[in-house]
C-alpha cells in the first residue's frame, strides 16, 4: 500500500518548538518533491513549507518564514519540518504530500494538483 505517514504533532507552549516527520510506505520518498501543508478549524488549507526532489529548492509561507526549516534525509527516506518560535496562530493539522512530476522545484499553493499523495495529519497545537 502506498501511503505517506505525519508524525511529532503535539501540544507545546508559545515560543516552543516541535519537529514533524513525514515518511513513505511502500514507495521511496526520495525521489518525489514533498510539501507541508495545515488547515485550521473553519479554515481553508495553508501552503507551509515545500522541499524538491534534489533537496536544492525550499519555499516557506511568509507566516512562517524564519522560524521553520524544512530538510530531508535521503539514508533514511523521511522530510523534516522543524518548527520554532511556535505561536498559537500555528496550531492546526500538519499534512506532508508527495509529487512525483516535479523535478527540480516544489510548490506551496495548497490548490495544487501536483501532489499525488497524501498523509493522514497530524495535529499541532500551541496553547499556554
Known amino acids: 500500500q502506498l501511503q505517506l505517514v505525519e508524525s511529532g504533532g503535539g501540544l507545546v507552549q508559545p515560543g516552543g518548538s516541535l519537529r514533524l516527520s513525514c515518511a513513505a510506505s511502500?514507495?521511496?520518498?526520495?525521489?518525489?518533491?514533498v510539501g507541508w501543508f495545515r488547515q485550521a478549524p473553519g479554515k481553508e488549507r495553508e501552503g507551509v513549507s515545500c522541499i524538491a526532489r534534489s533537496g536544492g529548492m525550499t519555499l516557506y509561507g511568509n507566516s512562517v518564514n524564519g522560524r521553520f526549516t524544512i530538510s530531508r534525509d535521503n539514508a533514511k527516506g523521511t522530510v523534516y519540518l522543524q518548527m520554532n518560535s511556535l505561536k498559537p496562530e500555528d496550531t492546526a493539522v500538519y499534512y506532508c504530500?508527495?509529487?512525483?512530476?516535479?523535478?527540480?522545484?516544489?510548490?506551496?499553493?495548497?490548490?495544487?494538483?501536483?501532489?499525488?499523495?497524501w498523509g493522514q495529519g497530524t495535529q499541532v497545537t500551541v496553547s499556554s
Open positions: 511502500g514507495f521511496n520518498l526520495d525521489y518525489y518533491a
Open positions: 504530500a508527495a509529487a512525483s512530476q516535479l523535478f527540480r522545484l516544489c510548490v506551496i499553493s495548497p490548490t495544487s494538483t501536483d501532489y499525488e499523495y
